[in-house]
């Protein structure tokens, strides 16, 4: 984690945040899901778990996770006691929901913007707080997808050039288990090129590969989209969040100031760094 200090100043911070929105939540019946009885808070710090454990690997840090939850985190802002309409749900069951199906919660209200302050402050700190694990996420599933795209290329081309008869030397088997991780799916191209001069099979198993390549390319185009998402969502947290940051400070968290700046500095210059 990049400047760890700053970090580890700001989760005491997020979780305070947390807890006061966990209150109200639970308070009212607000849950994470149908068939998560938690308060809907809890959905999203799952993700501040994860970041504070340092598991960077796990599933909850991945990119599309974090675009959406950038995403509900700004239409609670704007609707904390309805239902999201998000048109694509990524939670663990079916949706970031309440337990009156979409129905608006009655609150007080003090109660409501006691909740829409809150949530303020826990989104612009979660965005910074995230963008590191976003960016990290996204580099290397796409640098893994990329590799495995020419991997398979670099086999497809050995099963042609074998099938004509141009590189006699080149051993498929080799090949297959060198660049095909899924056992599986070299299994399939080993059968499918049963005798390297039978261009048929060879055929065959190239329409295997192509598949394999054009399926990866579609991951990296949602990756790719994903993470455009979160970072677009994240200015767009920043540019509403001027006030609350500039309150905060007031109250002496001048940290979190200080912190969302620099995190603004480092996406404007296309990083991170923080």
Known sequence: MKNSASKQAIIPIVNGVYEEIFVIEKTLAILADGNDYRPRIDYFHDA??????????????????????????????ANPMIRSKAAKNLSPSNAIAIIDDGKVIKADSQTKYR??????????????????????????????????VENIAALENGIKNTAKKKDVAVDIEELAEQYVDDPELADKILKGFAGKKNKIL?????????????????KIKTIEQAHFNYA????AVYENSKDTVKKMAMNGLNVVGDFVENAIRQTGKGGRGF
């Open 232 to 235: 677009t969502g994240q200015l």
């Open 202 to 218: 060879a055929g065959e198993a190239v329409k295997i590969l192509q598949e394999q390549i054009k399926n990866t390319d579609k």
């Open 48 to 77: 501040i778990r994860m970041l504070t454990a340092g598991a960077s690997g796990d599933p909850r840090l991945a990119v599309e996770m974090l675009a959406y939850d950038v995403a509900m985190l700004r239409h609670i802002c």
């Open 115 to 148: 909740l829409i302050d809150a949530y303020k402050k826990y989104t612009v700190l979660f965005v910074a707080l995230l963008a590191e694990a976003a960016d990290d996420n996204y580099y290397s599933r796409i640098s893994e997808a990329n590799e495995a």
